[in-house]
């Protein structure tokens, strides 16, 4: 059995954003065992599996990422939507637009320490779209 849902983020500022309870939230009845697979719906912004009890996780993530992949490098061509446009779209390719989780007992299979991110890569994203499906 298949279920599949479409959600509207909050609008992020730019960064990496814990969004865990807001799946499950909007995933009112896991099964027992199965695979949830959730797909950001744009080309600049992405989802991570990541470090969930520690804060400066999420700064060291978007220093590293802008030193990685810097706004305003003379190589980008792709420049007319803004400073940050070109990085976000690299930066999505970089982290993924798509992961997948494995359901047990009724629950997210994830980590003791594993949370899932939203990533937001631009300034100003505006309200961003995922897609869940969870495959039983």
Request: charged share 20%; aromatic share 10%; proline share 4%.
């Amino acid at each position: 059995m298949i279920q599949q849902k479409e959600i509207t983020l909050p609008q992020f500022r730019r960064g990496y954003h814990l969004i865990t309870s807001l799946i499950e939230k909007n995933l009112q009845q896991l099964p027992e065992s199965g695979l949830l697979h959730i797909l950001v719906k744009h080309t600049s912004a992405g989802i991570t599996l990541n470090e969930n009890a520690d804060p400066t996780v999420r700064a060291d993530f978007e220093s590293f990422i802008n030193k990685m992949i810097p706004e305003n490098d003379a190589v980008y061509v792709h420049t007319y939507e803004g400073d940050d446009d070109m990085p976000a779209h690299l930066k999505s390719t970089v982290i993924g637009a798509e992961i997948t989780i494995p359901i047990t007992n009724h629950s997210f299979n994830l980590g003791i320490w594993q949370g899932i991110y939203f990533c937001e890569f631009r300034n100003f994203g505006g309200a961003r779209k995922i897609v869940l499906t969870v495959y039983s």
